[in-house]
């Protein structure tokens, strides 16, 4: 069977699943608990067709093989944090206290399990692109993979570093200033996990991208081509999700405006610098009230 029906399929039944399982339990977070996973089926799946094919398959197997240790990384932090227990993701039951009932549950259907599950297809087809364009290994590849590990490994400290600081701010009742991590690479990146997740899939696609070159095609359609679209879909839903979480957020902690002013959102940049006190206020003296106001009154 062509590999490309085979992840339609599985991917059919996913969704399937997903849409009739979120309508019994009342539940929409059947996507996150599938994304982990079903992203290294449909890799492996062209993997093993590369294999059977006869030709060339070790670009594929390194893909597959990245893609799992990805999965592996993901799936484990997904379990910790309660994903598999029922617990439903915090921004959906937001959305639907703002939603009716059927926009929400056309929500649901349209975004949460049709697109979401489309997008974890897009992202997996440069695996396609190698599987159509089966050249030897070459010292991108290797590049690319060493790259990818380094990415893997800067979400798996984020990921450590959020870990830790919930847990402490658990054992500490809730609370633990300023309440939200801002140390470690949270001190260069508001959402350094974000930004590691996605360069993984940039990555990627750079892989099946090398593969199309490495065959002859050349820039247009070998080095760019049209698989890039998962990658862009990837980020432009990240980035809508970053701004949605961060309004949750600065709702809820005064602090998250200074910290978000100081650093960067994604991209691990130095931290600017604190704001200047106000002229007036330094060496302990209180800042001058504007005329015909009052003075700031402490918090």
Aim: charged share 15%.
């Amino acid at each position: 069977m062509n590999p490309v029906v085979l992840v339609l399929i599985v991917a059919g039944v996913t969704c399937a699943g997903c849409w009739i399982a979120s309508l019994l339990t009342s539940d929409t977070s059947w996507v996150d608990r599938i994304w982990s996973i079903v992203p290294a089926v449909y890799v492996w799946i062209f993997a093993i067709a590369g294999m059977l094919d006869g030709s060339d398959p070790w670009r594929l197997l390194l893909m597959a093989l990245l893609v799992t240790a990805w999965a592996a990384r993901l799936t484990f932090n997904f379990a910790r944090k309660g994903g598999y227990t029922g617990m439903e993701d915090y921004r959906w039951a937001i959305l639907r206290g703002r939603m009716k009932r059927w926009q929400f549950q056309l929500f649901n259907l349209f975004f949460i399990v049709l697109y979401q599950n489309a997008l974890l297809v897009l992202i997996t087809l440069p695996a396609l692109v190698a599987w159509q364009n089966p050249a030897g290994l070459t010292g991108w590849d290797a590049a690319l993979a060493v790259l990818f590990a380094a990415f893997l490994a800067g979400e798996s400290i984020a990921d450590q570093q959020q870990w830790d600081f919930h847990r402490a701010k658990a054992a500490a009742g809730g609370r633990l200033e300023p309440g939200f991590v801002t140390t470690g690479l949270f001190r260069t990146s508001r959402h350094p996990n974000f930004f590691f997740e996605q360069a993984q899939w940039w990555t990627f696609y750079a892989i099946g991208a090398t593969a199309a070159v490495a065959s002859g095609l050349g820039f247009w359609g070998g080095a760019i081509n049209w698989t890039i679209a998962g990658a862009v879909l990837l980020s432009i839903l990240f980035l809508g999700s970053t701004i949605f979480t961060e309004s949750i957020t600065s709702s809820k902690y005064r602090a998250y405006a200074e910290y978000r002013r100081r650093t960067s959102m994604l991209v691990p940049l130095p931290p600017k610098r604190r704001a200047k006190p106000a002229k007036g206020a330094r060496a302990g003296r209180p800042a001058k009230a504007p005329k015909g106001g009052n003075a700031p009154q402490p918090a």
